[in-house]
Protein backbone atom coordinates (compact mmCIF):
# COMPACT_ATOMS: atom_id res chain seq x y z
CA UNK A 1 0.00 0.00 0.00
CA UNK A 2 1.54 3.14 -0.80
CA UNK A 3 3.14 5.67 1.55
CA UNK A 4 2.80 2.72 4.23
CA UNK A 5 6.68 1.76 5.32
CA UNK A 6 8.22 4.99 6.89
CA UNK A 7 11.99 5.28 7.67
CA UNK A 8 13.99 7.97 9.70
CA UNK A 9 17.78 8.69 8.78
CA UNK A 10 19.63 11.59 9.50
CA UNK A 11 20.49 11.84 5.97
CA UNK A 12 19.23 11.15 2.81
CA UNK A 13 21.45 11.08 -0.16
CA UNK A 14 19.44 11.46 -3.69
CA UNK A 15 21.64 9.99 -6.27
CA UNK A 16 24.21 7.23 -6.84
CA UNK A 17 26.55 9.08 -9.30
CA UNK A 18 30.37 9.88 -8.40
CA UNK A 19 29.54 12.65 -6.11
CA UNK A 20 25.94 11.20 -4.19
CA UNK A 21 28.57 7.73 -4.18
CA UNK A 22 31.48 10.20 -2.37
CA UNK A 23 29.09 12.22 -0.30
CA UNK A 24 27.89 8.51 1.35
CA UNK A 25 31.48 7.50 1.61
CA UNK A 26 32.70 10.60 3.56
CA UNK A 27 29.30 10.57 5.60
CA UNK A 28 30.18 7.10 6.67
CA UNK A 29 33.81 8.26 7.36
CA UNK A 30 32.08 10.39 9.77
CA UNK A 31 29.19 7.98 11.51
CA UNK A 32 26.42 9.79 10.01
CA UNK A 33 24.03 7.03 8.99
CA UNK A 34 22.58 7.49 5.53
CA UNK A 35 20.20 6.19 3.05
CA UNK A 36 21.50 6.73 -0.66
CA UNK A 37 18.87 6.31 -3.48
CA UNK A 38 19.36 5.87 -7.22
CA UNK A 39 17.23 5.96 -9.92
CA UNK A 40 19.10 3.63 -12.11
CA UNK A 41 19.64 -0.21 -11.44
CA UNK A 42 23.47 -0.12 -11.81
CA UNK A 43 26.27 2.84 -12.17
CA UNK A 44 26.03 4.53 -15.30
CA UNK A 45 27.55 3.05 -18.38
CA UNK A 46 28.46 6.34 -19.86
CA UNK A 47 31.97 7.33 -19.38
CA UNK A 48 32.73 10.52 -18.73
CA UNK A 49 35.35 11.88 -16.78
CA UNK A 50 38.64 10.57 -16.83
CA UNK A 51 41.22 12.82 -14.84
CA UNK A 52 41.23 12.78 -10.83
CA UNK A 53 42.68 15.58 -9.50
CA UNK A 54 45.66 14.91 -6.94
CA UNK A 55 43.14 16.98 -4.26
CA UNK A 56 40.16 14.43 -4.98
CA UNK A 57 42.90 11.53 -4.87
CA UNK A 58 44.02 13.32 -1.42
CA UNK A 59 40.08 12.92 -0.48
CA UNK A 60 39.79 9.62 -1.53
CA UNK A 61 42.79 8.47 0.91
CA UNK A 62 41.12 10.01 3.53
CA UNK A 63 38.66 7.57 3.40
CA UNK A 64 41.16 4.51 2.52
CA UNK A 65 40.50 4.25 -1.05
CA UNK A 66 43.39 5.86 -2.86
CA UNK A 67 45.55 2.46 -3.77
CA UNK A 68 42.03 1.09 -4.52
CA UNK A 69 41.42 3.79 -7.57
CA UNK A 70 45.35 3.43 -8.29
CA UNK A 71 45.08 -0.14 -8.80
CA UNK A 72 42.44 0.20 -11.22
CA UNK A 73 43.37 3.18 -12.69
CA UNK A 74 46.84 1.20 -13.58
CA UNK A 75 44.57 -1.29 -15.57
CA UNK A 76 42.20 0.90 -17.27
CA UNK A 77 44.76 2.39 -20.14
CA UNK A 78 45.19 -1.30 -22.24
CA UNK A 79 48.16 0.06 -24.08
CA UNK A 80 50.14 3.16 -24.46
CA UNK A 81 48.92 5.58 -21.25
CA UNK A 82 46.89 8.49 -20.82
CA UNK A 83 47.72 11.85 -22.04
CA UNK A 84 48.66 13.75 -25.21
CA UNK A 85 46.38 15.26 -28.29
CA UNK A 86 45.97 14.46 -31.71
CA UNK A 87 44.40 16.53 -35.13
CA UNK A 88 43.42 15.79 -38.26
CA UNK A 89 40.83 15.09 -40.90
CA UNK A 90 40.50 11.46 -39.45
CA UNK A 91 41.74 9.37 -36.67
CA UNK A 92 44.18 7.65 -38.82
CA UNK A 93 45.64 10.53 -40.21
CA UNK A 94 45.79 12.93 -37.70
CA UNK A 95 49.02 14.29 -36.42
CA UNK A 96 50.47 14.54 -32.57
CA UNK A 97 50.09 17.80 -30.94
CA UNK A 98 53.94 18.33 -30.00
CA UNK A 99 53.31 20.21 -26.57
CA UNK A 100 50.09 18.44 -25.54
CA UNK A 101 51.65 16.74 -22.64
CA UNK A 102 49.61 15.92 -19.35
CA UNK A 103 52.81 16.18 -17.68
CA UNK A 104 53.27 19.51 -18.81
CA UNK A 105 50.27 21.62 -17.62
CA UNK A 106 50.59 19.49 -14.19
CA UNK A 107 54.05 20.69 -13.77
CA UNK A 108 52.69 23.23 -11.33
CA UNK A 109 51.65 20.18 -9.21
CA UNK A 110 51.46 21.10 -5.73
CA UNK A 111 53.29 19.24 -3.00
CA UNK A 112 50.91 15.90 -2.62
CA UNK A 113 50.51 12.55 -1.01
CA UNK A 114 48.67 12.06 -4.58
CA UNK A 115 48.57 12.49 -8.22
CA UNK A 116 46.87 13.31 -11.10
CA UNK A 117 45.26 9.62 -11.63
CA UNK A 118 43.99 9.22 -15.33
CA UNK A 119 40.81 6.28 -14.94
CA UNK A 120 37.36 5.99 -16.56
CA UNK A 121 34.44 7.67 -14.49
CA UNK A 122 32.39 4.27 -15.01
CA UNK A 123 35.41 2.36 -13.16
CA UNK A 124 36.11 4.86 -10.42
CA UNK A 125 32.03 4.74 -9.68
CA UNK A 126 32.14 1.05 -9.00
CA UNK A 127 34.74 1.10 -6.85
CA UNK A 128 33.23 3.46 -4.67
CA UNK A 129 29.90 1.50 -4.84
CA UNK A 130 31.57 -1.63 -3.88
CA UNK A 131 33.32 -0.07 -1.07
CA UNK A 132 30.20 1.35 0.12
CA UNK A 133 28.52 -1.56 0.10
CA UNK A 134 31.88 -3.88 1.70
CA UNK A 135 31.48 -0.70 4.70
CA UNK A 136 27.64 -1.26 5.17
CA UNK A 137 26.07 1.43 3.51
CA UNK A 138 22.81 1.54 3.03
CA UNK A 139 23.07 2.44 -0.61
CA UNK A 140 20.12 1.34 -2.54
CA UNK A 141 19.97 1.17 -6.37
CA UNK A 142 16.86 1.09 -8.33
CA UNK A 143 15.11 3.13 -5.63
CA UNK A 144 13.61 6.98 -6.84
CA UNK A 145 12.66 10.19 -5.66
CA UNK A 146 8.86 10.91 -6.54
CA UNK A 147 8.61 14.00 -4.06
CA UNK A 148 9.20 15.98 -1.04
CA UNK A 149 8.05 18.32 1.84
CA UNK A 150 10.38 20.52 3.78
CA UNK A 151 9.05 21.21 7.69
CA UNK A 152 10.85 22.56 10.62
CA UNK A 153 12.60 19.68 11.73
CA UNK A 154 13.26 17.22 8.56
CA UNK A 155 12.23 16.70 4.99
CA UNK A 156 9.54 14.16 4.30
CA UNK A 157 10.46 12.07 1.09
CA UNK A 158 8.05 9.84 -1.22
CA UNK A 159 10.34 7.82 -2.75
CA UNK A 160 10.04 4.36 -5.24
CA UNK A 161 11.53 1.35 -3.95
CA UNK A 162 13.35 -1.14 -7.25
CA UNK A 163 9.91 -3.58 -6.94
CA UNK A 164 7.76 -0.28 -7.67
CA UNK A 165 6.15 0.00 -4.34
CA UNK A 166 5.72 3.91 -2.81
CA UNK A 167 7.80 4.31 0.63
CA UNK A 168 8.45 7.31 2.88
CA UNK A 169 11.81 8.11 4.13
CA UNK A 170 12.07 11.10 6.53
CA UNK A 171 15.34 12.84 6.99
CA UNK A 172 17.09 15.40 9.35
CA UNK A 173 18.84 16.54 5.82
CA UNK A 174 19.04 16.03 2.33
CA UNK A 175 22.01 15.55 -0.14
CA UNK A 176 20.88 16.63 -3.88
CA UNK A 177 23.12 14.87 -5.83
CA UNK A 178 20.72 13.90 -8.84
CA UNK A 179 22.71 15.35 -11.41
CA UNK A 180 22.56 18.28 -13.84
CA UNK A 181 18.39 18.24 -14.35
CA UNK A 182 18.27 18.12 -10.94
CA UNK A 183 14.39 17.73 -10.35
CA UNK A 184 15.10 18.84 -6.62
CA UNK A 185 16.38 22.12 -7.54
CA UNK A 186 13.87 23.04 -9.66
CA UNK A 187 10.82 21.83 -7.47
CA UNK A 188 12.95 24.08 -5.35
CA UNK A 189 12.52 26.87 -7.68
CA UNK A 190 16.35 27.60 -7.49
CA UNK A 191 17.38 29.07 -10.60
CA UNK A 192 21.26 29.15 -12.25
CA UNK A 193 22.90 31.51 -14.14
CA UNK A 194 26.07 31.45 -16.09
CA UNK A 195 27.99 31.28 -19.45
CA UNK A 196 26.25 30.26 -22.94
CA UNK A 197 27.43 27.09 -24.63
CA UNK A 198 29.64 27.83 -27.89
CA UNK A 199 29.20 23.99 -28.84
CA UNK A 200 26.73 20.98 -28.83
CA UNK A 201 27.88 17.57 -28.87
CA UNK A 202 26.52 13.90 -28.58
CA UNK A 203 28.46 12.19 -26.58
CA UNK A 204 28.80 8.74 -28.65
CA UNK A 205 29.83 5.66 -26.24
CA UNK A 206 31.16 2.93 -29.12
CA UNK A 207 33.18 -0.13 -29.14
CA UNK A 208 35.80 -0.67 -32.26
CA UNK A 209 39.02 -2.23 -31.96
CA UNK A 210 41.22 0.31 -33.18
CA UNK A 211 43.95 -1.69 -31.13
CA UNK A 212 46.53 -1.58 -34.01
CA UNK A 213 45.48 1.82 -35.56
CA UNK A 214 46.59 3.95 -32.28
CA UNK A 215 49.42 1.22 -31.29
CA UNK A 216 52.56 4.10 -30.32
CA UNK A 217 50.59 6.86 -30.93
CA UNK A 218 47.83 6.89 -28.09
CA UNK A 219 46.06 10.12 -27.47
CA UNK A 220 43.67 11.81 -24.66
CA UNK A 221 41.68 13.44 -26.52
CA UNK A 222 41.84 13.76 -30.81
CA UNK A 223 40.05 16.27 -32.57
CA UNK A 224 38.43 15.64 -36.08
CA UNK A 225 37.36 18.08 -38.78
CA UNK A 226 36.36 16.30 -42.56
CA UNK A 227 33.90 17.55 -45.05
CA UNK A 228 31.62 14.99 -43.56
CA UNK A 229 31.78 15.36 -39.40
CA UNK A 230 33.37 17.12 -36.89
CA UNK A 231 34.00 16.27 -33.10
CA UNK A 232 36.53 14.85 -30.98
CA UNK A 233 37.74 11.33 -30.10
CA UNK A 234 38.34 10.54 -26.32
CA UNK A 235 40.03 7.48 -25.49
CA UNK A 236 38.75 5.13 -23.04
CA UNK A 237 41.12 2.05 -22.49
CA UNK A 238 43.38 3.14 -25.77
CA UNK A 239 42.08 -0.12 -27.58
CA UNK A 240 38.91 -0.90 -27.74
CA UNK A 241 36.89 1.47 -26.16
CA UNK A 242 36.14 5.49 -27.09
CA UNK A 243 33.39 7.79 -26.98
CA UNK A 244 33.39 10.39 -29.86
CA UNK A 245 32.15 13.64 -29.38
CA UNK A 246 30.20 14.46 -32.55
CA UNK A 247 29.96 18.53 -33.19
CA UNK A 248 26.09 19.48 -34.16
CA UNK A 249 24.61 22.90 -34.61
CA UNK A 250 21.21 22.84 -32.59
CA UNK A 251 19.62 25.34 -34.75
CA UNK A 252 19.60 22.78 -37.37
CA UNK A 253 20.16 19.37 -36.46
CA UNK A 254 18.96 16.59 -33.94
CA UNK A 255 21.46 14.03 -33.95
CA UNK A 256 19.73 12.83 -30.49
CA UNK A 257 17.13 11.45 -32.56
CA UNK A 258 18.99 9.63 -35.34
CA UNK A 259 19.81 6.32 -35.46
CA UNK A 260 22.18 4.47 -34.62
CA UNK A 261 23.18 3.62 -37.99
CA UNK A 262 23.96 7.01 -39.02
CA UNK A 263 25.71 7.39 -36.13
CA UNK A 264 27.93 4.55 -36.66
CA UNK A 265 28.43 5.94 -40.15
CA UNK A 266 29.83 9.11 -38.84
CA UNK A 267 32.36 7.66 -36.52
CA UNK A 268 33.49 5.63 -38.95
CA UNK A 269 34.02 8.68 -40.96
CA UNK A 270 36.19 10.16 -38.18
CA UNK A 271 37.92 6.93 -38.09
CA UNK A 272 38.65 7.10 -41.34
CA UNK A 273 38.13 3.38 -41.81
CA UNK A 274 35.75 0.78 -42.05
CA UNK A 275 36.14 -0.98 -39.26
CA UNK A 276 33.56 -2.62 -37.04
CA UNK A 277 31.63 -0.05 -34.53
CA UNK A 278 29.14 -1.06 -32.10
CA UNK A 279 27.38 1.88 -29.95
CA UNK A 280 26.96 1.17 -26.02
CA UNK A 281 25.02 4.52 -25.55
CA UNK A 282 24.82 8.07 -26.82
CA UNK A 283 23.39 11.28 -24.72
CA UNK A 284 23.53 15.13 -26.17
CA UNK A 285 25.70 17.80 -23.93
CA UNK A 286 27.05 21.09 -24.52
CA UNK A 287 29.61 23.75 -22.99
CA UNK A 288 26.89 25.62 -20.28
CA UNK A 289 28.22 26.77 -17.26
CA UNK A 290 25.71 26.68 -14.85
CA UNK A 291 26.07 27.81 -11.43
CA UNK A 292 22.68 27.28 -8.97
CA UNK A 293 22.17 30.63 -7.23
CA UNK A 294 21.65 29.11 -3.70
CA UNK A 295 23.40 25.44 -2.62
CA UNK A 296 21.15 25.40 0.38
CA UNK A 297 16.89 25.14 0.63
CA UNK A 298 17.02 25.31 4.56
CA UNK A 299 17.61 21.41 4.83
CA UNK A 300 18.06 20.25 1.09
CA UNK A 301 21.74 20.93 -0.15
CA UNK A 302 22.73 20.39 -3.95
CA UNK A 303 25.95 18.93 -4.27
CA UNK A 304 28.18 18.26 -7.24
CA UNK A 305 26.03 18.61 -11.13
CA UNK A 306 22.49 19.26 -9.31
CA UNK A 307 24.74 22.48 -8.25
CA UNK A 308 27.02 23.11 -11.50
CA UNK A 309 27.82 22.17 -14.69
CA UNK A 310 30.61 22.96 -16.73
CA UNK A 311 32.71 22.02 -19.99
CA UNK A 312 34.31 18.71 -19.04
CA UNK A 313 38.06 20.42 -20.21
CA UNK A 314 40.20 20.60 -17.93
CA UNK A 315 38.43 17.77 -15.94
CA UNK A 316 37.07 20.74 -13.13
CA UNK A 317 33.28 19.38 -12.84
CA UNK A 318 33.34 16.00 -11.03
CA UNK A 319 36.55 16.77 -9.23
CA UNK A 320 34.73 20.19 -7.58
CA UNK A 321 31.33 18.21 -7.06
CA UNK A 322 33.75 15.34 -4.95
CA UNK A 323 34.97 18.57 -3.32
CA UNK A 324 31.30 19.70 -2.63
CA UNK A 325 30.33 16.48 -0.99
CA UNK A 326 33.59 16.28 1.46
CA UNK A 327 33.28 20.02 2.41
CA UNK A 328 29.46 18.93 3.72
CA UNK A 329 29.96 15.56 4.94
CA UNK A 330 31.83 16.67 8.21
CA UNK A 331 29.68 20.00 8.77
CA UNK A 332 26.66 17.71 8.41
CA UNK A 333 28.19 15.18 10.99
CA UNK A 334 28.96 18.17 13.46
CA UNK A 335 25.66 19.20 13.25
CA UNK A 336 24.19 16.22 14.11
CA UNK A 337 26.11 15.41 16.91
CA UNK A 338 25.67 19.11 18.69
CA UNK A 339 29.29 20.17 18.57
CA UNK A 340 28.24 23.00 16.31
CA UNK A 341 25.60 25.30 15.43
CA UNK A 342 23.20 24.78 12.24
CA UNK A 343 24.66 27.89 11.24
CA UNK A 344 27.92 25.79 10.18
CA UNK A 345 26.16 24.72 7.20
CA UNK A 346 25.63 27.87 5.60
CA UNK A 347 29.46 28.04 4.82
CA UNK A 348 28.72 25.15 2.77
CA UNK A 349 27.63 27.63 0.14
CA UNK A 350 29.58 30.40 0.96
CA UNK A 351 32.79 28.29 0.68
CA UNK A 352 31.77 26.29 -2.73
CA UNK A 353 30.03 28.56 -4.66
CA UNK A 354 32.85 30.48 -5.44
CA UNK A 355 35.12 27.57 -6.47
CA UNK A 356 32.27 26.17 -9.32
CA UNK A 357 31.95 29.89 -10.83
CA UNK A 358 36.01 30.33 -10.78
CA UNK A 359 36.12 26.52 -12.16
CA UNK A 360 33.21 27.06 -14.29
CA UNK A 361 34.84 29.99 -16.20
CA UNK A 362 38.22 27.99 -16.71
CA UNK A 363 36.33 25.28 -18.16
CA UNK A 364 34.96 27.06 -20.67
CA UNK A 365 38.14 29.09 -21.49
CA UNK A 366 39.67 25.81 -22.09
CA UNK A 367 37.02 25.04 -25.04
CA UNK A 368 39.19 26.14 -27.70
CA UNK A 369 41.03 23.08 -28.36
CA UNK A 370 44.82 24.84 -28.64
CA UNK A 371 44.17 26.94 -25.60
CA UNK A 372 43.49 23.27 -23.96
CA UNK A 373 46.77 21.90 -24.41
CA UNK A 374 48.60 25.15 -24.10
CA UNK A 375 49.16 26.53 -27.37
CA UNK A 376 48.64 30.19 -27.77
CA UNK A 377 47.71 31.66 -31.15
CA UNK A 378 46.19 34.88 -32.24
CA UNK A 379 42.92 33.48 -32.17
CA UNK A 380 42.84 31.92 -29.17
CA UNK A 381 44.97 35.24 -27.34
CA UNK A 382 41.26 35.94 -25.19
CA UNK A 383 41.12 32.41 -24.07
CA UNK A 384 44.68 31.93 -23.18
CA UNK A 385 45.46 34.80 -21.32
CA UNK A 386 42.77 34.06 -18.77
CA UNK A 387 43.83 30.50 -18.48
CA UNK A 388 45.15 29.42 -14.63
CA UNK A 389 46.92 26.32 -13.75
CA UNK A 390 45.03 23.49 -12.20
CA UNK A 391 46.83 23.55 -8.81
CA UNK A 392 45.48 26.92 -8.38
CA UNK A 393 42.23 25.38 -9.30
CA UNK A 394 42.16 22.19 -7.77
CA UNK A 395 44.32 22.59 -4.58
CA UNK A 396 45.29 26.76 -3.38
CA UNK A 397 41.95 27.91 -3.58
CA UNK A 398 41.27 29.71 -0.19
CA UNK A 399 37.83 29.94 1.70
CA UNK A 400 36.89 32.73 3.37
CA UNK A 401 39.01 35.11 0.94
CA UNK A 402 37.37 33.54 -2.03
CA UNK A 403 40.53 34.03 -3.85
CA UNK A 404 43.45 31.44 -4.24
CA UNK A 405 47.22 31.54 -3.56
CA UNK A 406 50.46 30.94 -4.98
CA UNK A 407 51.68 28.30 -2.53
CA UNK A 408 50.16 26.51 -0.16
CA UNK A 409 51.61 27.81 3.10
CA UNK A 410 49.25 27.10 5.59
CA UNK A 411 46.99 30.49 5.03
CA UNK A 412 44.17 30.49 7.10
CA UNK A 413 41.22 29.14 4.74
CA UNK A 414 43.55 26.78 2.69
CA UNK A 415 44.20 23.03 1.90
CA UNK A 416 46.99 22.66 5.11
CA UNK A 417 50.52 21.82 3.06
CA UNK A 418 51.58 18.15 2.40
CA UNK A 419 54.95 16.82 4.10
CA UNK A 420 55.88 13.38 4.29
CA UNK A 421 56.75 12.60 7.82
CA UNK A 422 58.03 10.16 10.12
CA UNK A 423 54.96 9.04 12.37
CA UNK A 424 54.93 6.19 14.83
CA UNK A 425 57.52 4.35 12.89
CA UNK A 426 55.78 4.98 9.46
CA UNK A 427 56.00 7.72 6.77
CA UNK A 428 53.08 9.31 6.23
CA UNK A 429 51.70 12.65 5.05
CA UNK A 430 51.21 15.81 7.49
CA UNK A 431 47.39 15.24 6.10
CA UNK A 432 47.19 11.88 7.20
CA UNK A 433 47.01 13.38 10.67
CA UNK A 434 43.90 15.01 10.10
CA UNK A 435 40.96 12.82 11.14
CA UNK A 436 36.94 13.75 11.99
CA UNK A 437 37.66 16.14 14.25
CA UNK A 438 39.47 19.40 14.63
CA UNK A 439 43.38 18.36 14.95
CA UNK A 440 45.95 21.09 16.56
CA UNK A 441 49.61 21.04 14.60
CA UNK A 442 52.05 22.76 16.38
CA UNK A 443 55.67 24.10 16.16
CA UNK A 444 58.51 22.71 18.27
CA UNK A 445 58.01 24.95 21.17
CA UNK A 446 54.34 26.80 21.33
CA UNK A 447 52.12 26.12 24.33
CA UNK A 448 50.15 22.81 23.50
CA UNK A 449 47.07 24.19 23.47
CA UNK A 450 43.89 22.70 25.56
CA UNK A 451 42.55 20.51 22.75
CA UNK A 452 41.81 16.56 22.49
CA UNK A 453 44.04 16.35 19.15
CA UNK A 454 47.07 17.42 19.41
CA UNK A 455 50.56 16.63 17.16
CA UNK A 456 53.98 18.49 17.59
CA UNK A 457 56.31 19.31 15.12
CA UNK A 458 59.51 17.67 16.26
CA UNK A 459 58.01 15.46 18.96
CA UNK A 460 55.11 13.68 17.35
CA UNK A 461 56.75 13.55 14.40
CA UNK A 462 59.27 14.40 12.02
CA UNK A 463 60.29 15.69 8.63
CA UNK A 464 61.48 13.39 6.44
CA UNK A 465 63.16 15.62 3.70
CA UNK A 466 65.66 17.48 5.83
CA UNK A 467 65.31 20.79 3.84
CA UNK A 468 61.58 21.10 5.03
CA UNK A 469 60.85 22.58 8.21
CA UNK A 470 57.92 23.88 10.64
CA UNK A 471 58.96 26.96 9.41
CA UNK A 472 59.38 26.13 6.23
CA UNK A 473 56.07 24.48 5.85
CA UNK A 474 53.84 26.61 8.07
CA UNK A 475 55.64 30.11 7.65
CA UNK A 476 55.18 30.42 11.42
CA UNK A 477 57.36 30.68 14.17
CA UNK A 478 58.35 27.99 16.61
CA UNK A 479 55.89 28.94 18.93
CA UNK A 480 53.20 28.87 16.49
CA UNK A 481 50.18 27.01 16.77
CA UNK A 482 47.44 25.84 13.88
CA UNK A 483 44.08 24.56 14.02
CA UNK A 484 42.81 22.54 10.92
CA UNK A 485 39.38 21.56 9.98
CA UNK A 486 38.31 18.01 9.41
CA UNK A 487 38.08 18.90 5.42
CA UNK A 488 42.33 19.77 6.03
CA UNK A 489 41.54 23.03 5.72
CA UNK A 490 43.13 25.73 8.43
CA UNK A 491 41.01 27.72 10.35
CA UNK A 492 40.52 31.23 9.53
C1 LIG B 1 31.78 14.04 -21.98
C2 LIG B 1 32.02 14.39 -20.55
C3 LIG B 1 33.31 14.31 -20.03
C4 LIG B 1 33.56 14.68 -18.71
N1 LIG B 1 34.84 14.64 -18.24
C5 LIG B 1 35.10 15.07 -16.99
C6 LIG B 1 36.42 15.05 -16.47
O1 LIG B 1 37.39 14.66 -17.14
N2 LIG B 1 36.61 15.44 -15.18
C7 LIG B 1 35.57 15.85 -14.40
O2 LIG B 1 35.83 16.19 -13.24
N3 LIG B 1 34.30 15.85 -14.83
C8 LIG B 1 34.04 15.47 -16.12
N4 LIG B 1 32.77 15.45 -16.57
C9 LIG B 1 31.69 15.83 -15.67
C10 LIG B 1 31.28 14.67 -14.76
O3 LIG B 1 30.96 13.54 -15.52
C11 LIG B 1 30.09 15.09 -13.91
O4 LIG B 1 30.46 16.27 -13.24
C12 LIG B 1 29.72 14.03 -12.88
O5 LIG B 1 29.20 12.87 -13.49
C13 LIG B 1 28.65 14.58 -11.93
O6 LIG B 1 28.35 13.61 -10.98
P1 LIG B 1 27.03 13.73 -10.12
O7 LIG B 1 27.04 12.54 -9.24
O8 LIG B 1 26.91 15.09 -9.54
O9 LIG B 1 25.85 13.65 -11.19
P2 LIG B 1 25.43 12.46 -12.13
O10 LIG B 1 26.60 11.66 -12.57
O11 LIG B 1 24.56 13.05 -13.18
O12 LIG B 1 24.56 11.53 -11.18
C14 LIG B 1 23.27 11.92 -10.74
C15 LIG B 1 22.51 10.66 -10.41
O13 LIG B 1 21.28 11.00 -9.79
C16 LIG B 1 20.31 10.06 -10.22
N5 LIG B 1 18.98 10.64 -10.02
C17 LIG B 1 18.45 11.72 -10.64
N6 LIG B 1 17.22 11.96 -10.19
C18 LIG B 1 16.95 11.00 -9.27
C19 LIG B 1 15.79 10.71 -8.48
N7 LIG B 1 14.68 11.46 -8.52
N8 LIG B 1 15.85 9.65 -7.64
C20 LIG B 1 16.98 8.88 -7.58
N9 LIG B 1 18.08 9.10 -8.32
C21 LIG B 1 18.06 10.16 -9.16
C22 LIG B 1 20.65 9.82 -11.67
O14 LIG B 1 20.13 8.59 -12.16
C23 LIG B 1 22.17 9.84 -11.66
O15 LIG B 1 22.73 8.55 -11.53
C24 LIG B 1 32.49 15.10 -17.89
C25 LIG B 1 31.18 15.14 -18.40
C26 LIG B 1 30.95 14.80 -19.71
C27 LIG B 1 29.54 14.87 -20.26
Not at 290 to 296: G, I, K, L, Q, T
Request: net charge negative; charged share 25%.
Amino acid sequence: MANKVLEEIPVLIVGGGIVGLSAGLFLHHHEVPFIQIERNPDVSPLPRARGFSARTLELLRSVELQERIEAVARTAWKQGKFGGARRGASLLTSESLPLADITKLHALADPSPCELTACPQTIVERVLRNALAERGGDVRFGWELLRFEQHDERVTTTVRDSAGMERRIQASYVFAADGGRSEIRRSLGIDRYGIEPNCHYINIFFEADLTEQVAGRTFSQCEISNEHVSGLFLAMNNTTQWSFHLTYDPASDHPEKWPDERLVHLVKAAIGADVAVKIHASSPWNTRVRVADRYREERIFLIGDAAHVMPPWGGFNANTGIADAHNLAWKIARVLKGEDSSSLLDTYETERRPVANRNGEQAWLRTDFNARFQIRSDDNADFFDRLTDYGELQMRYRYGANDTVDMLCAQPGTRFPHAWIEHKGQRRSTLDLLGTSFTSIIGPTAVRPDEDIVFRAGTDFRFVDEAVSWNSLTGLPDDGVLSIRPDGFVVF
